[in-house]
Nanobody
Framework: QVQLVESGGGWVQPGGSLTLSCAAS????????IAWFRQAPDKAREVVSC????????YYLEAGKGRFTISRDNANTTAYLQMNSLTSEDTAVYYC?????????????????WGQGTQVTVSS
């Protein structure tokens, strides 16, 4: 079964850090770009970052630049999103997704496999 499963979400105080994981199964992760999206309450889903099959990274979310780091381990078929200096504005459900090819893009419809999402809550 082709799927992505996120983990690592939870509650954290402002200024804290979390590392999200995205475990792939049923396909060769090394052939695809993987992105992280997020959706805050009452807001549209937005793209955070993407890493292509060669490891090239793109950071689309202005608020995440300098604080978020995307990475991947093709051998272990897992992608990660390390998030530092978290604020309440980062509270959202975070999703990982597989793009239909090896290159990054910011358009949701270009991503064909989605995880179920993991909740990140930043509050004191």
């Amino acid at each position: 079964q082709v799927q992505l499963v996120e983990s690592g979400g939870g509650w954290v105080q402002p200024g804290g850090s979390l590392t999200l994981s995205c475990a792939a199964s049923g396909f060769t992760m090394a052939h695809y770009a993987i992105a992280w999206f997020r959706q805050a309450p009452d807001k549209a889903r937005e793209v955070v970052s993407c890493i292509d099959n060669s490891g090239y990274k793109l950071y689309y979310l202005e608020a995440g630049k300098g604080r978020f780091t995307i990475s991947r381990d093709n051998a272990n078929t897992t992608a990660y999103l390390q998030m530092n200096s978290l604020t309440s504005e980062d509270t959202a459900v975070y999703y990982c997704a597989r793009r239909h090819d090896a290159l990054c893009g910011r358009v949701e419809s270009q991503y064909d496999i989605w995880g179920q999402g993991t909740q990140v809550t930043v509050s004191s």
